[in-house]
């Protein structure tokens, strides 16, 4: 991208860090690792395992091998003939797939590289690597070229037509032959893309929000995309009559228009890693094996049938092999042997969910290192399931019986001030904040989804074991002792659970002790005794490196006390809102990169407890007085009393009483009493902007009266209307260049976390990519920040 002089806050530009890691859409010209032309109905793709990455097409029931003694990075088709990019970049073959598929080279340069390989149903279009200017070949005169001085982050080819997306603004720019150009660039006007495919007379892409939008002819109904939620579709393949997408969650891939001719079985339980599509019909590269399928009315094959049809080419890269870390998403699996040693596809971005089972390689493909035992490593692995499962399930009937003796789930719906004690100073456990507020916020009056939801059981976290693993239990006379009889000098933390005291044991280990109010009220104690059973029963048995460690507990007749590791450097919330942190050098998490580091910290642990955790945890009370900050400025998720386990999927779950903090609760689960693992991120949402402008979740406005505000209706109108410059943290210098595009894409992840229903909100695992990628765009300019002898330096 190129340098701009004065940044731009404009949430739009955001969509810079998505454009080029968004996973490879495909259509009569948009480069890959498959392609399609259409007269001949040939299919060619750059096979896979194999040191040279070599061209092998299908035609009329052959296998053809093209240059097998050149490695290609892309190929891409049109009406009679595809091209493909040498590896490199520096030279573009040709081939004719109606005759001899004699090759014919295009252009050859080691000085000018080209990218962005766009084939249409004669224009051949490339960009220029690094200004991104678009060059076009094999063009007539009626052919208006791109303007020179345009430079785009990406381009694809349509029936005499080329569009692209302006790097910088990121509108649509088209260029070429005739009314469709002019037309399609117009009815996009202003608009910004983070993707965009071209068809025979249509276009189709994600706007910056992360929804499917097409425009251009609707003879066929080509262009009436299905509804979906942000960031819900990838993978785009685009004919003359129909489009098709590849869903992220689980790569199934549906079409519309032509005439509803595509939706066939072939669709239904496959999972594809790329599509490309013909005049009349798509192809599609499998996850499961690296075949190739077609289908379609157009499809040549005469044993086409509403089946598909699976074509005999050798196993397809899904992707390019480049040298990379892949650092945003990670590694393709079995990238290593795919690319034969040399190099690594990387997965695409925004990362798709976790599929049930990782891609399989077919027999010939098979690693030589594959132990021949692995059979009975998966059944040993089966076995620790089933013994697993059978564990949980004996803890779950448990803690239906605990639930019903107790009474715990039988209260009223009504928010709770968190169980985590309010910080006091330095050095602490947690802040309350605004936790003192009894009013829901405002925008969860206009909650439009109102259908009727199958009535869950509540499921706790508790269990009946008063003595979990890994936990020491200390005497009551130990705790006395670490805290100097739970001294004034040692108290660092209050909250509705109790106090928090810093304390120091006899071996010599810091810890910080939570102690539960001592009064004999039956209410009071039985909300102390589920909390502190909620964080015995998680803490115990969660261990991550962003999740504080619980170290041990005491139980003695009515004292109920929790032993945590202590966190030297208090909670987030007092580094934001204590009024000693009134200007640019009071505290180390007055810098951009430091924030995007705590954050990103803090969703690594929300993403552990949604993801990977067995069953998985919704914490209900995210905020940031609960995230901590340890001696190395590391950040870790804290206080589980309110914690539940994650209903089963595909399901809503009401719990009998909404739980949370005002500024902070799930206006969903609030106004709904539907609690879904989008409740907490919902809270991370409002954590992102606190961080990025310093206010609190509630907060009084001087300039509104003194009437109390929520950070989310302070923040999300400037983010929409681009004035993110304007409610920014004035105690942190202004993002430099490259920090500007990572403070944006804070800024659009958490617009899009805040949003009134669940079901548009992102998931952990793509909140975390766009936090990293935020991250990555810091560091591009600063290899480390230091603060006295602290240097913190990037994971």
Avoid at 284 to 290: P, Q
Avoid at 522 to 542: N, W
């Amino acid at each position: 991208m190129k340098n701009r002089k004065s940044p731009s806050f404009a949430v739009t530009v955001t969509v810079a860090v998505f454009i080029s890691l968004l996973p490879i859409s495909h259509a009569i010209g948009s480069g890959t690792t498959l392609a399609v032309t259409d007269v001949s109905g040939t299919v060619c793709g750059v096979v896979a395992s194999e040191p040279t990455r070599r061209i092998a097409c299908y035609r009329d029931g052959q296998v053809i091998a093209v240059a097998p003694n050149v490695s290609f990075s892309s190929i891409s088709g049109g009406w009679s003939y595809f091209c493909g990019l040498r590896s490199g970049n520096y030279s573009l073959l040709c081939w004719d797939t109606v005759s001899t598929f004699q090759s014919k080279r295009l252009y050859n340069n080691d000085t000018v590289l080209f990218e962005n390989l766009a084939v249409g149903d004669s224009q051949v279009c490339a960009t220029v690597v690094g200004t991104g200017t678009a060059s076009c070949w094999r063009t007539n005169g009626a052919f208006e070229l791109a303007s020179g001085s345009d430079e785009f982050a990406s381009i694809s080819s349509g029936s005499g037509f080329s569009c692209g997306i302006l790097k910088g603004s990121y509108q649509v720019r088209c260029w070429g032959i005739g009314s469709i150009a002019r037309r399609i660039d117009s009815e996009f006007g202003n608009m910004s893309m983070m993707s965009l495919v071209a068809g025979d007379s249509h276009v189709c892409g994600l706007n910056s929000s992360g929804f499917l939008v097409c425009k251009g002819s609707n003879s066929f109904g080509q262009i009436d995309a299905p509804e979906g939620g942000a960031l819900e579709f990838s993978g785009l393949a685009l004919g003359a009559e129909h489009s098709c997408a590849i869903r992220r969650s689980n790569g199934s891939v549906v079409c519309w228009g032509g005439k509803g001719l595509f939706s066939v079985n072939v669709t239904k339980g496959v999972s594809f890693e790329v599509i490309v599509s013909g005049s009349n019909f798509t192809c599609g590269l499998t996850t499961n094996n690296f075949s190739v399928i077609c289908w379609g009315p157009g499809w040549p094959n005469s044993s086409y049938s509403a089946s598909g049809f699976e074509l005999p080419l050798p196993p397809i890269l899904p992707g390019p092999c480049v040298q990379s870390s892949c650092s945003e998403c990670g590694i393709y699996p079995q990238s290593q042997f795919l690319c034969s040693g040399s190099g690594s596809i990387c997965k695409p971005q925004p990362c798709r969910p976790q599929m049930p089972s990782p891609p399989s390689l077919p027999p010939q493909m098979t690693p030589p290192s594959v132990p021949a035992s692995r059979s009975k490593t998966l059944t040993k692995g089966l076995l620790a399931f089933a013994i697993v499962g059978s564990v949980g399930g004996v803890a779950g009937i448990c803690t239906a019986i605990y639930c019903l003796w107790t009474g715990v789930c039988l209260g009223k719906k009504k928010i709770h001030n968190s169980v985590q004690p309010t910080i006091t100073r330095g050095g602490s456990f947690n802040g309350g904040g605004a936790s003192n507020h009894n009013s829901p916020p405002s925008r969860s009056s206009t909650i439009r989804r109102q259908g009727s939801r199958i009535m869950r059981r509540q499921r706790s976290g508790t269990s009946s074991t008063k003595h979990p693993d890994r936990a020491e239990e200390f005497t009551l006379a130990e705790l006395v002792a670490a805290t100097n009889n739970f001294s004034l000098e040692n108290k660092i933390g209050a909250g509705s659970y109790g106090v928090v005291y810093r304390g120091k044991l006899a071996d010599g280990r810091e810890v910080a002790i939570k102690r539960g109010e001592t009064g004999t009220k039956m209410k009071k104690f039985q909300e102390k005794e589920s909390a502190f059973e909620s964080e015995l029963a998680f803490l115990s048995r969660l261990h991550h490196k962003h999740l504080v460690r619980l170290v041990g507990f005491c139980e003695e007749k009515d004292e109920r006390l929790l032993v945590y590791e202590y966190m030297k450097n208090g909670a987030l919330y007092d580094h934001l809102h204590d009024k000693n942190n009134v200007d640019k050098s009071s505290s180390v998490l007055n810098s951009w990169r430091m924030r995007i580091k705590i954050a990103l910290d803090a969703s690594r642990g929300i993403e552990y407890l949604h993801n990977y955790a067995v069953p998985s945890i919704i914490h209900r009370d995210i905020k940031s007085s609960n995230i901590l900050i340890d001696a190395t400025w590391t950040a870790r998720v804290s206080d589980f009393g309110l914690s539940l386990m994650s209903p089963e999927s595909d399901h809503d779950y009401r719990p009998t009483k909404a739980a949370g903090t005002v500024g902070y609760i799930d206006p969903e689960y609030y106004g709904l009493n539907v609690l879904t693992a989008k409740s907490d991120v919902y809270g991370l949402g409002v954590v992102l902007l606190e961080l990025l402008t310093g206010k609190r979740a509630i907060f009084k406005n001087d300039e509104n009266g003194g009437t109390p505000v929520s950070v989310v209706d302070f923040a999300v109108p400037a983010i929409l209307a681009g004035e993110l410059a304007k409610i920014l943290d004035p105690r942190v210098e202004p993002p430099e260049l490259n920090e500007t595009e990572a403070v944006e894409l804070v800024a659009y992840t958490a617009m899009h976390c805040v949003n009134l229903e669940g079901k548009d909100r992102p998931t952990m695992a793509d909140i975390v990519a766009n936090l990293e990628r935020a991250l990555a765009l810091c560091d591009s300019s600063h290899v480390s920040i230091s603060s006295g002898t602290i240097s913190i330096v990037s994971e």
